[in-house]
Structures are given as C-alpha cells and as structure tokens.
C-alpha cells in the first residue's frame, strides 16, 4: 500500500501500465469486487493508512484488481489480522477465485484447507507433494507433508 489516498492507491497501478478509460469506474468497480466499496465510498480522497489492517489488505486486493490480472499472488494475505478481518478476507479469496486464478503463499494450515482446492507443499525450495486440498490434508502421499501438516515440525 502506498501512502496516499484511498482512490490514488486503487487507480495507481492502472494509471502508470497506460489506463485510458474512467478511473472513477475502474476504482469503484475495483472495491466493490474487493468488497470494500460501502465501506469507503465516502473517504476516497482519506489516506490509506487510516484503514484496518483487514481494510488495507482488501485495498490491495482492489489494487490488484483495478489492472486486470489472469493470476493474483497472495503472500500470507491474513498475516496479523483479527479472526474478523481473516474470515473476510477468506470470504473474498472464495469469492475472487471464480474469477481469478489464486495463489496463495501460507504457512496457516488451517487456512490453506479452507480456501484452496488444490495444495503445493514445498520445503527448502523444492516441491515436496501437490494435488487435491482435501487428499492433500487427509491422505498425504509423502512422510515430510504428512509431518509438516501434524505438526510434528514447522
């Protein structure tokens, strides 16, 4: 997130890759896929950094929106949110994925079986198993996955 306004922050990344149609569209549609839009509709021109951190990090994700992407990369999207801000934020990724093609990065377990369909476990750079979510968590194929999701280490 950078330090300007809300609007700015949406509009940013379209604005500078040659963005040529409504930028006030573009960021509401934006925010509203983001499910921030009732939310800040009114404090557009208000600094970022005045949000949540569950607000910010959904700005981002209306961020990334605003310029079109095929894939979006959520590094430890809920890190340091409240249970509240994190539960939204899952809600959005399930919501976003019919659309999008979403890798997340987590070391939440717990998380990782919520939201995701397919699962890639991987350990000192290299892929260990990945598959089905659900195979993954209940019937791993491989000792160092089955170990890491126990939580016999990690």
Known sequence: ???????KNV???????????NLAE???QS???????????????????????????????????AVGP??????EP??????????????LIRELRERYTIIIVTHNMQQAARVSDITAFF??????????????FTNPSNRETEDYITGRFG
């Open 1 to 7: 997130m950078v330090p300007k306004s809300i609007f």
């Open 70 to 75: 095929e894939v979006m990369l959520m590094d």
């Open 78 to 91: 809920c890190s340091a949110l409240d249970p509240k801000s994190t539960a939204r934020i899952e809600d």
């Open 11 to 21: 509009a940013w990344g379209a604005s500078i890759n040659g963005y040529r149609g």
């Open 31 to 65: 925010l509203r896929r983001a499910a921030l839009w009732n939310e800040v509709k009114d404090k557009l021109r208000d600094s970022a950094l005045a949000l949540s951190g569950g607000q910010q990090q959904r700005l981002c994700i209306a961020r990334a929106i």
């Open 123 to 136: 350990m000192e750079g290299r892929l260990v198993e990945s598959g089905d979510t659900a195979q993954i």
């Open 26 to 28: 573009l960021v509401e």
